[in-house]
């Protein structure tokens, strides 16, 4: 159901339509509750050349919600084997059959993602999309990094800026991925290449962290002479690339708001996914973190006691602890790789590189390692 407005009370109202909030709205109806989706009328913007890798847990999520776009053709790669070098011959492969997986992750299109999530909303009881928020007793802000809520309630958010910026383009292989993503570590830069277009493409999303300054002279760069620097990377892994789409490139931060809960008239704010918290991409976990942080406040709703009411900030304090100890232990991964990593320091090349093959042979660490960052427990 879909309206400017709405006059009556919802239980709780989402600001922000992303994939995000969708989930929650889905996961929300379930309980009975009266759902409004804030979603304003947005200005055209261009077609989102961004990979969004989702885990095992976000896979889960989703299907239970019979929102997984496995049956829209090429929206949904798996990736069988993630081959990660160094800058002076480090290298590091996780095999997702040696893990005794069908895959390490998914590459996933967004749109087509959001285009199933509005159709299952379509068919949810109690869930209005309203171009304004009405009164709710709980609101929960999903409205990214640059929340105009979270501003006007005057949460403060520590942010740490890296000097580098997301450069982001698709690129067409000569040859199949065969379902393999790639990640260069060199001279500073971080590149990835991550297989999309479903199992049998042969296209790849660049996401490439490199010096702001850099990044923004590729923007007007010539197409060809971009796909030069990506294949100076690649070498002869991946074939001949030729770039497909235009390139685009955002700031790079690491970010955590003060506090997550905060008082409003007529209710209780809450913030989550990248409201609340941003890492660097090089992990590939922020859709991640967004979709476990609706998955855990509505597991916290859902579980109440009988006498507590949806905005009582104690009950929201369980899901700000709950979510408080993943988040940091991800920060200080992702943190930690791009200082290693993002560092053009010839002083601890190799050291670094020592250490990347190093863990390729660790065994049950490695191990761990990966199951952690598919979000699988096994």
């Not at 609706?294 to 859902?302: F, G, P």
Request: aromatic share 6%.
């Amino acid at each position: 159901m879909s309206s400017n407005t709405s006059t009556r009370r919802a239980d709780v109202a989402i600001r922000g339509a992303g994939v995000v909030g969708q989930t929650l709205a889905l996961l929300l109806a379930q309980d009975r509750l009266r759902v409004a989706l804030v979603a304003p009328p947005a200005a055209p913007k261009p077609h989102d050349v961004r990979a969004y890798a989702l885990n095992a847990a976000a896979r889960d999520l989703l299907q239970g919600l019979r929102a997984w776009p496995d049956d829209t053709p090429g929206a949904v790669t798996p990736v069988r084997r993630m081959q990660v070098r160094g800058d002076d011959g480090g290298q590091l492969a996780f095999d997702a059959a040696e893990l005794g997986q069908d895959a390490l992750t998914w590459i996933v299109d967004v749109p087509a993602l959001e285009q199933r999530l509005s159709a299952a909303i379509g068919f949810a009881g109690g869930v209005e999309r309203v171009g304004e928020a009405p009164p709710a007793r709980l609101t929960v802000v999903c409205e990214g990094r640059h929340s105009a809520t979270r501003e006007s309630l005057g949460i403060e958010t520590d942010v740490r800026p890296y000097p580098h910026k997301a450069l982001a383009a698709r690129l067409r292989a000569s040859r199949p991925h065969a379902g393999v993503a790639h990640q260069w570590f060199a001279q500073g830069d971080i590149v990835a290449l991550l297989p999309i277009g479903g199992e049998e493409g042969c296209e790849y999303a660049l996401v490439w962290s490199l010096p702001a300054a850099r990044a923004d002279e590729w923007l007007g760069a010539d197409p060809a002479a971009l796909a030069e620097a990506v294949q100076a990377r690649a070498g002869d892994a991946v074939g001949t690339l030729e770039l497909v789409s235009p390139a685009q490139a955002w700031p790079l931060n690491l970010a955590r708001a003060q506090r997550w809960i905060a008082p409003s008239p007529g209710g209780t704010v809450v913030l989550a996914g990248d409201a609340a918290h941003t890492v660097h991409p090089l992990a590939g976990q922020g859709l991640n973190l967004g979709l476990a942080d609706v998955a855990e406040l509505a597991r916290v709703l859902h579980a109440r006691e009988y006498w507590r009411e949806l905005d009582d900030p104690k009950l929201l304090r369980r899901y700000e602890r709950a979510r408080a100890a993943d988040l940091r232990a991800m920060a200080l991964v992702t943190d930690g790789l791009f200082s290693l990593f993002g560092l053009n320091d010839p002083r601890v090349q190799l050291l670094r590189n020592r250490g990347l093959s190093g863990f390729d042979r660790s065994g049950p660490l490695k191990r761990w390692f990966a199951r952690q960052a598919m979000g699988s427990s096994l």
